[in-house]
């Protein structure tokens, strides 16, 4: 069972932009072409998009541009295929198409996209006195939750987009660690209290028992690395968005549980990925969010990014597990000093 592990810090590099046009516009026309191959299956439709994907794009001075920026480009994957269970679930495989379908599969590989100034404000850079390390969520104006696993990474955090450039530094007044927490993953969550309240940032609302159980994908912010490794580009902000596999870790594939296939826990944990083009969350995106959607077409936090699968072959890109935060709610507002709305 593989840990996210925190990252260090790496120095931010410049925006390309146009890079990521031309890898929107390459991944739209891979998805077009997909979908008139595949017809009504969903395997083959995932299939073949991946490997239209991973086949080298011509070179231009974009794509140099955005290999200066520690982002790897895609290219072939050797057999077998890496994360197998959740490339042949078929939950994942429907709900990988409807996100192409949704999204037009704008996004490009591991590390994602930056985020826009102004967004996803709540999440923040996690870190020591030394160094920034893991990501986490302000959901009250005095708590943040993470990862439990980075308890060592946790006497400040960073509110910002890049934590090589000026933003907000608050202090961390006290770790709580759950009582249950161990180090094989279960109950990977962590409170933090801030030394002091913040009011420049509106705290983010968490997501309901319902609403997650019926999400098919789900939106992960995180400051970590940008290659399957996990050894570049922690430190800027970045989002991307992949499929649900197991909403409550209580499904079944091949008649095989998903806490033995995956390495979740029951209703306490969701798994998500493997990804469109291997794109997922990585080192430095520990306890960070997992926004889904309501209705409103707001963001609701529904999961802290806690480890890679059984099944992955790699730490990166080949899918994740994620604490479900509504099952500790309780837990969460019982604490001295925090008042959950």
Same mark, same amino acid.
Not at 54 to 70: T, V
């Given at each position: 069972?593989?840990?996210?592990?925190?990252?260090?810090?790496?120095?931010?590099? *410049?925006?390309?932009?146009?890079?990521?046009?031309?890898?929107?516009?390459?991944?739209? $026309?891979?998805?077009?072409?997909?979908?008139?191959?595949?017809?009504?299956?969903?395997?083959?439709?995932?299939? @073949?998009?991946?490997?239209?994907? $991973?086949?080298?794009? +011509?070179?231009?001075?974009?794509?140099? =541009?955005?290999?200066?920026? =520690?982002?790897?480009?895609?290219?072939?994957? *050797?057999?077998?295929?890496?994360?197998?269970?959740?490339?042949?679930? *078929? &939950?994942?495989?429907?709900?990988?198409?409807? @996100?192409?379908? &949704?999204?037009?599969?704008?996004?490009?590989?591991?590390?994602? !996209?930056?985020?826009?100034?102004?967004?996803?404000?709540?999440?923040?850079?996690?870190? %020591?006195?030394?160094?920034?390390?893991?990501?986490?969520?302000?959901?009250? *104006?005095?708590?943040?939750?993470?990862?439990?696993?980075? =308890?060592?990474?946790?006497?400040?955090?960073?509110?910002?987009?890049?934590? %090589?450039?000026?933003?907000?530094?608050?202090?961390?007044?006290?770790?709580?660690?759950? +009582?249950?927490?161990?180090?094989?993953?279960?109950?990977?969550?962590? !409170?933090?209290?801030?030394?002091?309240?913040?009011? %420049?940032?509106?705290?983010?609302?968490?997501?309901?028992?319902? @609403?997650?159980?019926?999400?098919?994908?789900?939106?992960?912010?995180?400051?970590?690395?940008?290659?399957?490794?996990?050894?570049?580009?922690?430190?800027?902000? &970045?989002?991307?968005?992949? +499929? !649900?596999?197991?909403?409550?870790?209580?499904? &079944?594939?091949?008649?095989?549980?998903?806490?033995?296939?995956?390495?979740?826990?029951?209703?306490?944990? @969701?798994?998500?990925?493997?990804?469109?083009?291997?794109?997922? %969350?990585?080192?430095?995106?520990?306890?960070?969010?997992?926004?889904?959607?309501?209705?409103?077409?707001?963001?609701?936090?529904?999961?802290?990014?806690?480890?890679?699968?059984?099944? =992955?072959?790699?730490?990166?890109?080949?899918?994740?597990?994620?604490?479900?935060?509504?099952?500790?709610?309780?837990?969460?507002?019982?604490?001295?000093?925090?008042?959950? +709305?």
């Amino acid at each position: 069972m593989a840990t996210k592990k925190p990252a260090g810090r790496a120095a931010a590099t *410049p925006d390309a932009d146009a890079a990521d046009t031309a890898a929107r516009q390459r991944t739209a $026309r891979s998805i077009a072409w997909a979908e008139a191959a595949a017809g009504n299956d969903d395997a083959r439709f995932v299939q @073949l998009l991946a490997d239209r994907l $991973r086949a080298p794009a +011509p070179e231009s001075a974009a794509r140099s =541009a955005a290999r200066a920026r =520690a982002v790897i480009p895609i290219v072939a994957q *050797p057999a077998p295929q890496r994360s197998f269970q959740v490339h042949r679930d *078929p &939950r994942y495989l429907a709900n990988a198409r409807q @996100l192409a379908r &949704r999204t037009g599969g704008g996004l490009r590989v591991i590390g994602g !996209v930056d985020v826009a100034a102004g967004e996803f404000l709540d999440c923040v850079a996690v870190g %020591s006195d030394q160094q920034w390390g893991c990501t986490g969520t302000l959901i009250a *104006p005095n708590v943040v939750v993470t990862a439990g696993h980075c =308890a060592d990474f946790a006497t400040r955090i960073y509110i910002g987009r890049d934590v %090589s450039k000026k933003g907000k530094v608050v202090k961390v007044a006290q770790r709580v660690r759950h +009582p249950k927490y161990n180090l094989n993953g279960h109950n990977d969550l962590m !409170v933090l209290l801030l030394a002091e309240a913040v009011t %420049s940032v509106e705290p983010r609302a968490l997501a309901g028992k319902a @609403l997650i159980d019926k999400a098919s994908d789900g939106r992960v912010v995180g400051f970590g690395a940008t290659d399957a490794a996990g050894m570049m580009g922690y430190g800027v902000k &970045r989002y991307v968005d992949v +499929p !649900v596999v197991s909403n409550a870790c209580k499904g &079944r594939l091949d008649g095989q549980q998903d806490r033995y296939m995956y390495g979740c826990d029951p209703a306490q944990e @969701l798994v998500a990925g493997r990804p469109l083009a291997e794109r997922d %969350s990585c080192k430095g995106d520990s306890g960070g969010p997992f926004y889904v959607v309501d209705a409103q077409g707001r963001w609701r936090l529904a999961g802290a990014t806690s480890r890679a699968t059984d099944s =992955a072959m790699s730490t990166c890109g080949d899918g994740g597990i994620y604490v479900r935060i509504d099952r500790y709610k309780a837990w969460i507002n019982s604490l001295p000093g925090v008042n959950l +709305p």
